[in-house]
């Protein structure tokens, strides 16, 4: 069952509980690759909440490569299992040329990677 | 004017008077029971049972008063043209107008009680919402969706062939008029249902607090779209039957000898009759009301239909 529940009371912002709803369904398959979510205007109607709280949250997993918007097809799930493998790829594409515009050594690119992922692990 | 169209008038007027009626006095839980039967949902405890039972009885109160206005329209076209003589005394055209008057009324209704909906989230309540795009195809049975369709286009077919080959127009089941008033208010339902259906019936946002009244509204918004499926269904099927047998007749008197003409005809007649069997049985096997609940809600369909092989 594709269900999200917004709770107004609660800590969480009202866009922090959809997307991780709608992350946590990809997850699971309940919502596979490909499937079609509600426009933003209708979910935002459907759940009481104004427009733009559903948009915030559409437009983080957009960014995080797990839905993707197809003009007239509206927003589909894009999230796979390697999805977030790939998006690293992407961003470890960007970190290479940044360095390259930068003239920053390999060595230097990755120690700073190297700190970056202390806090991860 | 003659008795029976007289006749014909008083019972459309009646008709128009019970559903007005009907439209009053609404009834409310014993509506409720019979509805919550046919979409296999069980009804809930308050207060989502009176907003459901307000809700039911608020259609039911404009497909009600709109059906009776759709007749009355009908009547006041009949009179119209029967004070202006282009009615004959014989003619069963009248019927079929506040037929189809009825009909289209209710399903506009329908839709009307909808657009006139005002809509309020109580503060401070959680909200649910399917994470999916409302379709079409998960509230109506694609038997009905496609049977709609295909019966409004051969509706008009039929009545088109009718009125451009005059042979046809000397076997009448019902005159020409009645035909292409049918076929034309069925064409009129299937484009409120294709129109309407979708930007109205599916796409009025209503706000849910728990997954039984999401399963409620979707239940109430099957129902809708299948007010205005039947719609189309009633309107475009009895302008198929009466254009179909004129043109047949025709057909026949055409490739065939009179002897074999008869023997067509009631063949003809036999396998509409099985047809419309078939069509009955098959809806009746395939409960199109619980359609959306097997496609939206598996797991309650699965749980209602334990319950019933244990009854």
Redesign the interface.
Known sequence: ?????????APTPPFEQLRA??LS?MREG??PAG?????VR??A?????APGTVARAYKELEAAGAIETRGRN?TVVAWSPDAGERRVQELAAQLAAAAREHALSPDRVRAIVEAALTPIE | MSPLLLTLLVLSGVAALGLALWAILAPGDRMAARVSRRVGLALPAEPLRGKLVRRMRRTTRWTSGAAAAGAVVGIAGVATAAASGSIGPDDTTPIWLAFAGLVLGGAVGAVLAIVTESRSAEPGQPRVARATPRELRDYLDPIELVGARVTAVLGVATTVALLAWPAARTIQVATPVAVTLLAAAGAVALVVLEVAGRRVVLGRSRISESPAELAWDDALRSDDLRRLVTAVLMTSTYAVIFGVFPLAGALGSLLLPDALLMVAVNLAFYVLMAAAVVILVLSTVRKPARFYLRRLWPEVAAQEARAAAER
């Open positions: 069952m594709t269900l999200l529940t917004v709770d107004p009371t709803q709608l369904q309940a919502l499937a079609r979510l509600p426009t209708q979910l109607a459907d759940l009481g909440v509206g």
